[in-house]
């Protein structure tokens, strides 16, 4: 049995799987909560965490999981895992989050595909046939730029959601639909200027908080992956046997 770990920058998520299903998928507000959330009697083989909350989340989560006495492979970037080769030139600057997604996206597509991760950041990255993560590009999330936009400036209000396909069709004429449509825009641009670079049908996977508010503004090759990043530590975990496990990082 596997217990896994994705601990980003907003939300904690875990999930256990018994070998064969999904037992449990959620999310977390709370470190605490964590224990509590697995079911009972679960006692977990192997442990794969995916942190890139920091420090300071690994020394709680390695407190936390302690008594479960089960190995943890805290993971990173390598230059290669589970089929999938690394095309960053230092694999391990690569974010365990991106690197678990890829490894998930390929785990469903073994084709070139794009990779969005919509969450604090939003991650566009690219895997290449036959089986190369070949990078991608880095962006603030949808929520942090509407955030950005009333934290600095003097003016601008605080706006919220996205907006339906139609209204975005349209040119703006109210100050809080100018907000959404413009960092809905900036999102969509990156991930569409992305995927131009590969042949036409090549899906576009999305997960992540914000996932669904991209969607809709994408054409049919979109499709929603929410537990993308669990996939990918899925294939990690049944494929530990070749790769021992790893002190803690961030």
């Known amino acids: 049995m596997y217990l896994l770990i994705d601990a980003g920058n907003s939300r904690l998520k875990l999930a256990c799987h018994d070998g064969q299903d999904w037992v449990l998928r959620t999310a977390v ?8 959330e697995l079911p009972p009697g679960f006692l977990p083989s192997r442990i794969v965490i995916a942190n890139v909350a920091g420090p300071r989340m690994a020394e709680q989560l390695q407190h936390n999981l302690a008594g479960l006495e089960a190995p943890i492979e805290w993971l990173q970037g390598s230059k290669s895992r589970c089929g ?16 678990a997604a890829a490894i998930g996206a390929w785990q469903h597509i073994q084709s070139d595909c794009v990779v969005v991760c919509a969450g604090t950041a939003t991650t566009v990255d690219v895997i290449r046939a036959p089986g190369c993560f070949a990078g991608g590009c880095i962006l603030p999330g949808f929520g942090l730029m509407l955030e950005a ?4 400036t003097a003016a ?30 900036a999102q969509l ?6 995927a131009a ?5 090549s899906p576009i996977l999305l997960a992540g908080g914000f996932a669904e508010t ?5 054409d049919a090759r979109a499709r929603l992956h929410p537990w993308l990043v669990m996939d990918g530590l899925l294939a990690i975990a049944t494929d530990s046997k070749t790769n021992p496990p790893m002190g803690p990082k961030s």
């Open 189 to 194: 641009g990156a991930i569409e200027r992305i």
């Open 156 to 185: 601008l209000p605080r706006a919220q959601g996205g907006l339906p396909p139609e209204t975005l069709r349209q040119i703006p004429v109210e100050t809080q639909s100018a907000i959404r449509a413009g960092c809905l825009h």
């Open 197 to 201: 670079q590969l042949p036409t049908a």
């Open 29 to 36: 507000t709370d470190l605490g909560q964590l224990r509590e």
């Open 84 to 99: 999938l080769h690394c095309g960053y030139t230092d694999p391990a600057q690569l974010g365990a989050d991106r690197w």
């Open 149 to 152: 936009l009333s934290t600095r």
């Open 214 to 218: 991209l969607a809709p503004h994408l």
